[in-house]
């Protein structure tokens, strides 16, 4: 974790994300969150809202409340239970930046080394570059937005149905 006096904050650049099973209003559901991959800037984490098929089996389910999470945590987590036993009703792909108060972005893996997690691992790296494939499309499709719409409409929150060249 970094400590809150260090300068450095972090910025949600966006959220893809796709709805696939329904969460009726007041249905619990979990939600599962791990580390995607990472660059020289941007920082991707992968969310996943999970309830299972069975309702009576939130009672068998851990509550990790207090548990200090990281994606080997989050993983486990997930494997806990198997993915025939729960419905996945919608996963949201989050991209991140890291920056200091001057404004200066910090690379992710600075971040990381700061919180404790080495980035120097093998099998790591190996996952992180695999999953960095996932991302390569999510840029794609910001290139589409910026064509489509321009670069100030988008930063300024101006896209409307009634502007856009369809």
């Keep these: 974790m970094l400590d809150p006096d260090a300068s450095i904050y972090c910025n949600n650049a966006g959220v893809l994300t796709l709805f696939k099973k ?12 791990r580390v ?6 941007w920082f991707w984490l992968e969310h996943r809202f999970v309830y299972p098929k069975d309702p009576a089996a939130y009672q068998r389910w851990p509550t990790r409340h207090h548990q200090q999470a990281d994606e080997d945590t989050a993983a486990a987590a997930a494997d806990k239970h198997a993915e025939d036993e729960i419905v996945v009703a919608c996963v949201a792909l989050s991209k991140l930046v890291f920056k200091e108060r001057t404004g200066k972005t910090v690379p992710p893996a600075t971040v990381l080394e700061i919180c404790g997690h080495g980035v120097g691992d093998e099998e790591r ?13 999510l840029q794609k499709t910001e290139r589409l937005f910026r064509e489509r719409w321009g670069d100030d409409e988008i930063r300024n929150g101006a896209v409307s149905l009634t502007r856009a060249k369809l």
């Design 22 to 33: 329904e969460i009726a209003p007041l249905q619990r559901y979990t939600v599962q969150t």
């Design 36 to 41: 995607l991959t990472w660059d020289d800037k």
């Design 125 to 137: 790296e190996r996952r992180r570059a695999k999953t960095f494939e996932v991302v390569e499309g």
